[in-house]
């Protein structure tokens, strides 16, 4: 096999560990995928419904309050993205999961964690760090519903989800896998006006998009992120909630993929920048 192997199947099922911070939704999906395979959850809020979701499965939890933390431990009030106390943080979470998994995950995937990983665990982990990112994360950065408007402003025709490999970058890490597109035309009727607006001023950014819809006050600012977030609920359900399992269950878990540097492999083959495609290869257990 071309690279390094992410993870190679041993007389044991992969074991992973899964970060949120809400409720749940996308560890629900990982979890329904194979509820045998053994794992455990981790936090950094206390009793979110998504811990409760894991403790009623009897799934092992380990909890780190990041705001009491950093607050005791530093005295700050703001999570911060970088330094020591920062990497502070993750060394004492990810300590406790693995004092709690006697070892190393193979696998851990952020699903609605709502923190950014620090320079310490993403170089640690590296490439067994997954993440989704509502989009496509070579185009169009940012959390929620912007990656959605950002593409809506560029006069893409559809959208998609991606499942990438967490490095030291803001969701610019190797790409894995990316959903079956959906076309924007099924919200014609609500993005016309949108649209024709866009372009009588030649709009290019969300920012320049808010601005003059604010200037105009047309409140098409509103009717812009309200429709994104409708766009991203289905997205979500017909994007994130497929390839998220898959990309667990079925390529890593099975053992197909390896890595070198960015250039990703799949039952060795290279993959194209933009990783599996839905589009193309559907959920095939084999493209060699």
């Not at 894995?176 to 099924?186: A, E, K, T, Y």
């Not at 359900?237 to 898959?246: L, S, T």
Request: glycine content about 8%; charged content about 30%.
């Amino acid at each position: 096999m071309k690279g390094k192997p992410v993870y190679t199947p041993w007389d044991r099922p992969l074991i992973y560990a899964c970060g949120i911070s809400g409720s749940g939704t996308n560890y629900d999906k990982i979890y329904e995928g194979d509820p045998k395979k053994p794992h455990i959850v981790f936090s950094n809020v206390l009793n979110c419904s998504g811990i409760n979701k894991a403790r009623a499965r009897n799934v092992p939890v380990v909890i780190l309050d990041s705001k009491i933390y950093f607050k005791k431990m530093w005295g700050i009030e703001k999570v911060p993205r970088y330094g020591v106390e920062r990497n502070s943080y993750d060394m004492a979470l990810m300590t406790l999961v693995e004092q709690n998994l006697n070892g190393e995950p193979d696998l851990i995937c952020l699903a609605g964690y709502d923190l950014w990983i620090g320079d310490w665990m993403a170089k640690r982990y590296f490439p067994r760090i997954l993440n989704v990112h509502p989009g496509d994360s070579r185009k169009y950065v940012g959390l929620g519903w912007r990656p959605t408007a950002k593409a809506i402003i560029a006069g893409e025709k559809s959208v998609k989800s991606t499942v990438f490999f967490v490095d030291e970058s803001d969701d610019g890490g190797p790409i894995l896998i990316q959903s079956r597109s959906i076309p924007l035309s099924r919200w014609d009727e609500k993005l016309y006006d949108i649209k024709k607006f866009i372009d009588r001023e030649g709009i290019k950014s969300l920012s320049e998009f808010n601005k003059k819809a604010k200037e105009k006050e047309n409140n098409l600012d509103i009717e812009l992120e309200a429709v994104s977030k409708e766009i991203q609920d289905a997205l979500k359900e017909e994007g994130d909630w497929m390839i998220y399992p898959f990309a667990v269950h079925n390529l890593i878990g099975k053992g197909r993929v390896s890595i070198d540097g960015r250039k990703v492999y799949i039952d060795g083959v290279e993959m194209p920048e933009e990783g599996w495609q839905v589009d193309i290869y559907g959920y095939a257990d084999s493209i060699a």
